[in-house]
């Protein structure tokens, strides 16, 4: 990012036309060992750039400085400006926007479901109804229950709230690090607003892995307090082991969607023994 800088500040054997730290041979317009002169440039050139990192940060803002004074660098701009504009478009038809992913939208939908995302914070009051509908049942032991599951849920609901605020916040403060970071490096070089905001996306898609990995372990908390909450009403329920066994493995195999359809609940009624009515909502 401050290559440039580097290269423009006046060093043994490297410069401008007309800047102090030119060549004698350059400077006076002599031809007679141009090819000589132009490798030797080169090779200190390329020798600033493999010791840039070795510069301390008032070397390098000294650098900066003296290049965005320089007489020349507007015509190196104009240069800059050529070189990518051949090299965009050899290389635009190969950028194309990635489709959302699939897995990310279905863990929304669950956690939205399960009453864990959405506007309703602290709550997940209609998702703890719908499982003691799912389940069946009323009366004080389905009421006790029933706040139980609330709790429990409402926790798990504020620690993923908690960890996404986090992330959010991580996030951003990356984005906008590179964000200023880019404005900052088109004083020297051409960077277009389009640029920028392609490089936010391809921050968001890298952090999107651990959005992923926060909204997996949630929907596994959520599912495991369901399965735990659902095994308690079918042994009230007087399923046999049998049938309960056949509810949790197609439960703990569908985790992504628990919620069997009409067939799949009469698929599993006939495999349980029991009538559809009994099965629940969520197995």
Do not use: W
Not at 153 to 172: D, G, P, V, W
Not at 177 to 190: F, G, I, K
Not at 205 to 223: D, G, H, N, P
């Amino acid at each position: 990012m401050d290559e440039q800088p580097r290269l423009m500040h006046s060093h043994t054997g490297v410069g401008m036309a007309g800047h102090p730290g030119l060549p004698p041979h350059m400077q006076d317009g002599g031809g007679g060992a141009d090819g000589d002169g132009r490798k030797q440039d080169i090779g200190d050139i390329l020798q600033q750039i493999m010791t840039i990192t070795d510069q301390s940060l008032d070397e390098a803002q000294a650098r900066k400085h003296a290049l965005n004074c320089h007489r020349m660098k507007p015509a190196l701009f104009n240069v800059l400006c050529e070189i990518k504009e051949k090299t965009v478009l050899s290389i635009r038809g190969a950028q194309e926007e990635e489709p959302p992913d699939p897995q990310l939208m279905r863990l929304d939908n669950m956690l939205l479901a399960e009453g864990v995302s959405g506007p309703e914070k602290g709550g997940g009051s209609a998702a703890a109804a719908a499982a003691a509908a799912a389940s069946g049942g009323a009366g004080a032991d389905n009421s006790a229950e029933h706040s139980d599951y609330r709790a429990k849920l409402s926790q798990i609901r504020q620690i993923y709230h908690t960890e996404l605020e986090k992330y959010e916040q991580a996030c951003n403060e990356f984005t906008t690090h590179v964000m200023n970071l880019l404005r900052e490096q088109s004083r020297t070089r051409p960077i277009s607003p389009k640029e920028i905001e392609r490089m936010v996306n391809i921050i968001h898609r890298k952090f999107s892995s651990i959005q992923m990995q926060l909204k997996q372990s949630t929907c596994e908390a959520v599912m495991i307090l369901r399965s735990r909450f659902l095994d308690a009403r079918r042994k009230r329920r007087n399923f046999n082991k049998q049938a309960t066994e056949i509810l949790n493995e197609y439960f703990y195999s569908h985790l992504s969607n628990p919620y069997p359809s009409e067939e799949a609940k009469e698929e599993l009624a006939k495999k349980c023994a029991i009538t559809v009515a009994q099965v629940p909502n969520i197995t």
